[in-house]
C-alpha cells in the first residue's frame, strides 16, 4: 500500500492509498501496470485528511468493500458495520466520512490515472477538486490525471 501525502488548497492534507500492492502480492503476482478498480474519498474532518483508496476490481465487488477494509485498517481502526443488503457500510465515528468515490484506470507505462464514474451506493466525489490536490502530490509529477466527469455542475 503506498502513501502520497500532500496539503491540499482547502488544508486538507490528501493521501492517495492503493490497495493493489498487498492484493497483487498475495496472489503471488508482480503489480500489472495496467490496472483499475473502484475508490473511494475517506475523509477525517478531526485531523483535516482525505484518502484516495484505490482498490482493485477483484478486491473490491462494492465501495462499501473499501471503506470496510480501509476502516479495518490498524493504522485507522474506525468501527462500523456492513449492511449486506444494501452493500453500505456505515462509520460509527461522526468524524469520518465518506466523500463519494467512482472507478480507476492506472496505466504505468503512460504514467496515466484516470478517475471517472461515481458510487451507488455514496455518490460522486469533485473529480476536479481531486485532479489539481493530486497534481501537486511529488510522486504524481510528470502523470497524467484524466477525469469522466458525471457531475456537470463541476
Known amino acids: 500500500m503506498r502513501g502520497l501525502p500532500i496539503v491540499a488548497p482547502n488544508g486538507y492534507k490528501i493521501e492517495v492509498?492503493?490497495?493493489s500492492d498487498e492484493f497483487f502480492r498475495q496472489k503471488g503476482m508482480g503489480i500489472p501496470q495496467r490496472r483499475g478498480g473502484k475508490f473511494v474519498v475517506m475523509r477525517d474532518d478531526n485531523r483535516k485528511w482525505d484518502y484516495l483508496v484505490l482498490s482493485p476490481a477483484a478486491q473490491?465487488?462494492?465501495?462499501?468493500d473499501i471503506v470496510e477494509q480501509f476502516c479495518q485498517l490498524e493504522r485507522f481502526g474506525i468501527s462500523g458495520t456492513m449492511l449486506k443488503k444494501s452493500?453500505?457500510?456505515v462509520i460509527d465515528d461522526p468524524n469520518w466520512s465518506v466523500a463519494g468515490g467512482g472507478r480507476w484506470d492506472w496505466l504505468e507505462t503512460e504514467r496515466r490515472l484516470?478517475?471517472?464514474?461515481?458510487s451507488q451506493a455514496y455518490g460522486a466525489t469533485t473529480l476536479g477538486s481531486l485532479k489539481k490536490r493530486l497534481a501537486k502530490v511529488p510522486e504524481m509529477a510528470g502523470w497524467r490525471i484524466e477525469l469522466e466527469r458525471v457531475n456537470p455542475d463541476e
Do not use: E, N, V, W
Not at 473490491?60 to 462499501?64: G, N, W
Open 87 to 89: 452493500s453500505y457500510f
Open 60 to 64: 473490491s465487488i462494492y465501495h462499501a
Open 17 to 19: 492509498l492503493d490497495f
Open 114 to 118: 484516470r478517475l471517472f464514474g461515481s
